[in-house]
């Protein structure tokens, strides 16, 4: 799944590509994908790209005030293209959700590998109304987002720092896998209680969150669209790298189930040696 840094690489690569173009086509290769019905999707077609922006982890294209907005989920991607098909997409079994076409016979598809269909797309007036974007916590990439504003989070948050890390409604664009770097890098167990660490904990996680994302975002940034998730996968340390060695200390990077998923750490850098119980697994044995 994209996160903060791969979509605000999206944002980077979709403006330069669309700068001074304009909207001839929007067609639907899925119904469900469309996730409202006023302005229609035909609102777009004959507009120009006024501006690509970021939500936490929705894409936001402004087309002469009416506004394509879309989230990528766990399977979806965006495929772009010079030169588009002339085909029209039709709504079927395709892995194409949505197809948008400009003026210069560019374009992009929204795709979606596997059965459950997540990806969501939004024509509004206002970025605003869209239920995702009005819950988002803060963006941790913001000028406003101290080491204060961050500690007054983590304070008033009586749950697991992996859990508060990936909460859109407590901190936007942050997931699965960079939760799992933020914290191997701030050496801090995912299952530590956020409202519960100190001020030292704090800052580490802190500067762990800024700096792995900016980090991200640096190295996310001027890539094609189609080189980002083999990039993002390439940058990880922990996330993903089951039974490879953690490159801080050369212990073994463990597993544990979490909530719908797993997350990957490492027992000597995060949790003083001590592999974290798996809770499913543990249910299973007894
Ligand atoms: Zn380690």
Redesign the pocket.
Known sequence: MPELPEVQALVEFLRSRTEGLVVTGVELGSISVLKTFTPPPQALVGAPVDGVSRHGKFLDIDCGGTHLVFHLARAGWLRWSDAMPATVLRPGKSPIALRVRFDDASGFDLTEAGTKKRLAAYVVNDPATVPGIASLGPDPMAHGFTLEVFAAIAASHRMQVKGMLRDQSIIAGVGNAYSDEVL?VAKLSPFAIAGKLGDAEVERLYAALRGTLAGAVAAASGKPAKELKDAKRAGMRVHGRTGEI?P????VVREVSFADSSLQY?A???TGGKPLADRRTSKFLK
């Not at 801080?248 to 212990?251: H, L, M, T, V, Y």
Request: aromatic share 0%; net charge negative; with cysteine.
């Open positions: 191997h953690c801080e200390c050369g212990d490492c000597t850098c995060q």
